[in-house]
């Protein structure tokens, strides 16, 4: 009777882990059914996935955003430890579909489970590696997380060689800049002033954009000494939504 007990439980554990496995595989499968080869082309370009470029030998299946948040959304009862194959993943969308997955548990976890979400997505950000990746999901996870805690390890990728871990470090600040919380977006735009790369600019220069629409002032006060400093890209995208006499005076250094 007792052996009769544990190959009962045996076989409950493996039929349960082969329903997680297959529940993975359908995500996967749902996700290439979706796909269109005329996307895909367009998407490759887009992301500039060419030798040399920032997105080199990144791959695509060619489903829309809107079809990838469908997908997450209907899988987020899975495991972290489910989500690993995707963030591994050579595909663009799996990666991305993944990555929401994780933005979607997020909000609905208790503290210790957002905690484990939010090392498992610094863990695994080495799948965070093209723009629309870090801006769709990482204000919601690595910005939401540091709300209220200390936010030394944005100062570290800011800081970083890596591409991604910088844009990382900007995008997490846009989830203060909604609490009204500005000081370390303005302190990381200060880093990363010198940065060559164009997504850095257009990061910064988004992000302080956003500061001005709260507090206009503020962003004032930091744009002035710094302004003629900063690359055309960050200080264009900074500036766009100001009076269109003030925006010419300070493209041509008038201010």
Aim: glycine share 6%; net charge positive; hydrophobic share 35%.
């Amino acid at each position: 009777m007792g052996n009769g007990k544990r190959k009962s439980l045996h076989c409950s554990i493996k039929t349960n882990y082969n329903i997680i496995d297959m529940t993975v595989q359908e995500l996967r499968k749902q996700i290439k059914n979706q796909g269109t080869q005329k996307r895909a082309k367009a998407n490759a370009w887009f992301f500039k996935t060419g030798p040399g470029e920032y997105g080199e030998g990144d791959k695509f299946l060619g489903l829309t955003m809107g079809e990838q948040r469908v997908i997450a959304k209907s899988y987020v009862g899975l495991e972290l430890d489910d989500l690993i194959p995707l963030l591994k993943s050579s595909w663009h969308e799996e990666r991305m579909v993944g990555l929401l997955v994780l933005t979607y548990k997020y909000p609905k976890a208790d503290e210790k489970e957002q905690k484990k979400i939010y090392n498992f997505y610094l863990t695994h950000r080495q799948a965070v590696n093209n723009w629309d990746l870090v801006d769709v999901t990482t204000p919601k996870v690595v910005g939401a997380y540091l709300l209220n805690k200390d936010r030394a390890i944005l100062y570290k990728y800011a800081k970083s060689k890596d591409l991604w871990e910088k844009r990382i470090a900007v995008l997490a600040t846009f989830a203060f800049i909604r609490e009204g919380q500005f000081d370390d977006t303005l302190k990381i735009a200060k880093i990363l002033l010198d940065d060559t790369h164009d997504l850095i600019h257009k990061a910064v220069g988004w992000s302080l954009r956003e500061v001005g629409k709260k507090d206009m002032k503020l962003l004032e006060e930091f744009l002035k000494p710094l302004y003629n400093k900063m690359p055309r890209t960050m200080l264009r995208y900074t500036i766009e939504k100001f009076p269109k006499e003030k925006y010419q005076k300070y493209l041509k250094g008038q201010i």
